[in-house]
């Protein structure tokens, strides 16, 4: 267990709809990290908060969007789903606001049907 | 931007051998370069790092050796056993920075018994 919780485990959707993510990272840790891993591929970043501020973006598309909240747990918003968007969603913390060692959590399973 | 290529892309080995996953990266300031590795259904849990001020490091059966001037890193595990059996992906980063981790695409390793 990395101290790393996301919710929910699985999410089935339709074409279309919208599903937020959460996720609370281990005790101390600022930064949160989020990333898509869809069948058979690696792991694709998707956007970083550092103590409530977005510090670093990646590959997100404009339909998804993101938060960090004061007690430092973070929200992925997917909007407009498609099926491409099928995927399995981690998020990572880190103490630190650049590289180092990130914990994952387990991650949500995304499903739009 | 940085770009990280990893091979080979599945690799099989006899239980007791010695498997070697390489990665290359393209940017030469990159000096932060972990190992991750993901069990089937499961979250990536870092395995080793290493910082450029290094050649190589060792833990246990597993060591990374790093090569600036070609720009390359390699994973080493030694005596291979079934649990090794999973997904390693490398990445790469320039530590204290903004500049996120680049993942390699990943390594299916599977140990024969």
């Known amino acids: 267990d990395s101290g790393v919780t996301q919710t929910p485990k699985h999410l089935i959707t339709a074409t279309g709809q919208r599903v937020t993510l959460r996720c609370s990272p281990r005790s101390g840790d600022l930064s949160v990290y989020w990333y898509q891993q869809s069948l058979d591929q690696g792991l694709q970043f998707l956007i970083q908060y550092y103590n409530g501020e977005e510090r670093a973006k990646g590959n997100i598309l404009e339909r998804f969007s993101a938060q960090q909240f004061p007690d430092l747990h973070s929200e992925l918003n997917l909007s407009s789903l498609e099926l491409g968007d099928s995927a399995l969603y981690f998020c990572?913390?880190?103490?630190?606001?650049?590289?180092?060692?990130?914990?994952f959590g387990p991650g949500t399973r995304l499903t739009v049907l | 931007g940085e770009n990280v290529e990893q091979h080979p892309s599945t690799l099989s080995v006899q239980e007791g051998d010695s498997a070697v996953i390489k990665c290359t990266y393209s940017?030469?300031?990159?000096?932060?370069f972990p190992w991750y590795k993901q069990e089937l259904g499961k979250r990536p849990q870092l395995i080793i790092d290493?910082?450029?001020?290094?050649g190589e490091k060792k833990d246990q059966r597993i060591a990374v050796t790093l090569n600036k001037t070609a720009k390359h890193f390699s994973l080493h595990i030694t005596e291979t056993q079934p649990e090794d059996s999973a997904v390693y992906f490398c990445?790469?980063?320039?530590?204290?920075?903004?500049?996120?981790?680049?993942f390699g695409s990943g390594t299916q390793l599977t140990v024969l018994p």
């Open positions: 990572a913390s880190s103490v630190e606001a650049g590289a180092g060692e990130q914990f």
């Open positions: 940017d030469s300031a990159s000096n932060y």
């Open positions: 290493i910082r450029s001020n290094v």
């Open positions: 990445a790469a980063s320039i530590a204290g920075s903004a500049r996120q981790l680049t």
